[in-house]
């Protein structure tokens, strides 16, 4: 079983930067499509980035140039670089590990809370 944590939430003021963290078990990880979604209060799931095995990457479009995400195969690690950060960016960003092969499946994190005040 794959685990998915994440780390590196916290609060943060209105313009400022935030660096997330998710480590996925297992030595498939450099096969998996990795991805951040979010979850604010009241809303749906959103997607926010993804990046494929071959470090593709796709942003939803309301995060481009804001948001970056970057894979480390070496530390079975994805990040998501955050700046100019507002309160509306206030959610539960949560990982996710999708493995294609031998069959699809998803693998999710707990989440970890972002919370932009001043």
């Known amino acids: 079983q794959v685990q998915v944590v994440e780390s590196g939430g916290g609060l943060v003021q209105p313009g400022g930067s935030l660096r997330l963290s998710c480590v996925a078990s297992?030595?498939?990880?450099?096969?998996?499509?990795m991805a951040w979604y979010r979850q604010a209060p009241g809303k749906p799931r959103e997607l926010v980035a993804r990046?494929?095995?071959?470090?593709?990457?796709y942003y939803t479009s309301s995060f481009k140039g804001r948001f970056t995400i970057s894979r480390d195969n070496a530390k079975n690690t994805v990040y998501l670089q955050m700046s100019s950060l507002q309160p509306e960016d206030t959610a539960v960003y949560s990982c996710n590990a999708r493995q294609v092969q031998p069959y699809k499946y998803d693998y999710w994190g707990q989440g970890t809370q972002v919370t932009v005040s001043s």
């Open positions: 990046i494929g095995r071959d470090g593709s990457t």
């Open positions: 297992g030595s498939m990880f450099s096969t998996y499509s």
